[in-house]
């Protein structure tokens, strides 16, 4: 996808699920669960020892069944792991700070990239590299409040908060009221059961939950 398409993707259906599994199956499953409620991009993340392993093989699934999906990695900080993902069939990559050098590197790839940020100098400097939309992380730290003053001088920029972000009105009302883009959501969206198995129909419910309070 090209950075508009993935833009597009985004702002369409706003609520990002983001994870982590080492299990091909399990970290599958859980993209059928999100798909199914609504989701149209998911971000996994890049902190395990299999992640490039579980990685192609959701790709692979994404192929298969979902071609609209946008299907991105996060976590990123070299360039040798943008090309490792960029070549299993990475949509979009996220970092969680921001760097001129992963910036400039993912745009000669001509790959969407976004990466943390915690100013509106941070936001302003990304935005002028050509990022065209900023990682609020980490968003629990910020809150709400952080994007409202950041657009209010500088409405021009697109914010994704992570962190803090919960599958309740309350919460996506304050952070969508405040301008938000998009929101990425992890641990909060994926619940288990009692036996501690992931609840794959409550987590299709939450997405699609979440979903309609953020379009609404």
């Keep these: 996808m090209t950075n508009q398409e993935v833009l597009e993707v985004l702002e369409r259906a706003p ?55 946008a299907l991105g990695i996060g976590s990123i900080s070299t360039t040798d792991q943008i090309l490792d993902f960029l070549n299993v069939g990475a949509d979009f990559l996220v970092s969680p700070f921001i760097s ?68 309740e009105k309350e919460n996506l009302d304050a952070w969508f009221g405040a301008g938000a883009t998009c929101v990425g959501m992890g641990s909060q969206l994926f619940v288990k059961d009692a036996h501690g198995d992931f609840d794959y129909k409550e987590i299709t419910e939450k997405v699609k939950t979440s979903l309609s309070i953020a379009l609404a």
Aim: with cysteine.
């Design 15 to 69: 609520i990002v699920p983001l994870y982590y599994h080492d299990d091909e199956q399990i970290a599958c499953t859980l993209m059928d669960a999100c798909y199914t409620g609504g989701a149209r991009a998911i971000e996994f993340t890049n902190r395990g020892d299999h992640a490039l392993r579980v990685f192609t093989a959701m790709c692979k699934h994404r192929n298969a069944h979902y071609p609209d999906m």
């Design 100 to 167: 001129k050098t992963l910036a400039d590197y993912a745009r000669s790839k001509n790959i969407f990239w976004t990466g943390g940020c915690g100013t509106i100098t941070e936001m302003q400097t990304a935005y002028s590299w050509g990022v065209p939309l900023l990682k609020l992380f980490p968003g629990n730290i910020y809150g709400p409040a952080m994007i409202k003053a950041a657009k209010a001088p500088c409405p021009w920029l697109k914010i994704m908060p992570t962190g803090g972000v919960k599958p």
